[in-house]
């Protein structure tokens, strides 16, 4: 079965054909970040036009990739959800009319869900069930997957998603959008021990997270020591002290839900799961105390269309009832899938 999987979500144009018995045969992306960056983040109303600008062009060059034609497709998975409504429904849109007029099924994916399954599409990876860590610029969950679609969120973020911190506390610093990966480069430089930068929430029982009181101590921090002629070093060592407490706290959440949950396995997923410093402190963690941790390829940590083809051949394979009703979720509890 070869599905085409679209992803548009937010600003990444993410179009993939995933074949169930070959395995991903093409994958393009095209990322809006330039067209965002001028403004310090995504603009909702230009990420849609943008999408409409490149979803077709890009779902032809897929096809090139892996030498088919669409008539080829046994099926088509797009982002319904969640995501920025105007994005979401060009996927939608473009998904549901191809694959009518293809006379295919069409699937709407969880957005979270192509992100948590996409581990799986490496030659090593886990069986159900597994704890997984969800860390993206929308969201930061600890999910107990007791299989397809049957999923536990056993504790989320209160606030700020671990990726959406990393970016502000970039734009604070001067850096460009979307700041986790600067940040991580400038840690480099920097020393993680110049500041002692609380672990939130670590003191209080549950797997929840909260990183805006993280945020607003960096930015204090910041204040505080800035405008003598040694600020790059300072920056650098914001950077790394930011890093660390941010990392550190996903760690100890994870041991924690480890212990809680009593599973081997800890698949962790989405934009931050390409920190470098989060993959160290895992495998470290993962040895202290028993536990294995799988991760991405690095190009599929953050946004794509082979999590949504890959995520949408699972579903095809099990689903019976399709129909091509189109519809967005700009918010989707990833509970209510099963
Ligand atoms: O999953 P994703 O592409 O989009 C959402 O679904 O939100 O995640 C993007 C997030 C951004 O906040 C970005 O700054 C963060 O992932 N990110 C990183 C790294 N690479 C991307 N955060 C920390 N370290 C990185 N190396
Ligand atoms: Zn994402």
């Known amino acids: ?11 990444e144009t993410g179009i993939a054909i995933y074949d169930t018995q070959k395995g991903l045969i093409a994958d393009q992306l095209y990322s809006q970040i330039e067209l965002h960056a001028q403004y310090g983040g995504v603009v909702p109303e230009l990420a849609s036009r943008d999408h409409v600008r490149k979803i077709v062009p890009l779902i032809r060059q897929t096809c090139e990739e892996a030498d088919l ?61 597994f704890l997984s860590l969800l860390v993206s610029g929308g969201h930061t969950m600890l999910v107990d997957v007791q299989g397809l679609g049957q999923y536990k969120i056993l504790g989320e973020s209160l606030d700020d998603a671990a990726g959406e911190a990393f970016d502000k506390t970039a734009k604070m610093l001067g850096l460009p959008y979307p700041g986790g990966r600067y940040i991580a480069e400038l840690a480099e430089q920097g020393d993680p021990k110049r500041f002692d ?35 790059q070093q300072l920056k650098a060592d914001i950077a790394a002290c930011f890093q660390l407490a941010v990392i ?66 699972m579903r095809l394979l099990k689903q019976k009832d399709f129909n091509h009703e189109i519809h967005a979720w700009p918010r989707w509890n990833l509970e209510s899938l099963n």
């Not at 473009?94 to 490496?122: C, F, K, N």
């Not at 997923?269 to 920190?275: F, R």
């Not at 895992?282 to 269309?305: I, M, R, V, W």
Request: glycine content about 10%; hydrophobic content about 40%.
């Open 248 to 313: 550190d706290t996903l760690c100890r959440k994870c041991v924690r839900a480890i212990k809680q949950t009593g599973y081997r396995d800890l698949v962790i997923a989405g934009g931050v799961s390409a920190n470098t410093l989060l993959r160290q402190m895992l495998a470290e963690n993962g040895q202290k105390h028993g536990f294995q941790s799988y991760f991405p390829a690095l190009n599929l940590c953050t946004d794509n269309g082979a999590m949504i083809a890959y995520a949408g051949a």
């Open 69 to 129: 034609q669409l008539s080829d497709l046994d099926g088509i998975a797009y982002t319904a959800g969640p995501g920025l409504v105007g994005a979401l429904l060009v996927g939608a849109c473009v998904g549901r009319s191809l694959a009518w007029a293809l006379g295919i099924p069409s699937v709407e994916v969880h957005h979270m869900e192509g992100h948590l399954l996409v581990p799986l599409m490496e030659e090593e990876r886990p069986e159900f069930p």
């Open 1 to 11: 079965m070869k599905i085409l999987g679209i992803e548009s979500s937010c600003d």
């Open 197 to 231: 930068f609380p672990r939130p929430m670590i003191n209080r029982p549950g797997l929840d997270f909260s990183f805006s009181g993280l945020k607003t101590h960096t930015r204090v921090t910041w204040e505080k020591h800035r405008g003598n002629n040694n600020d």
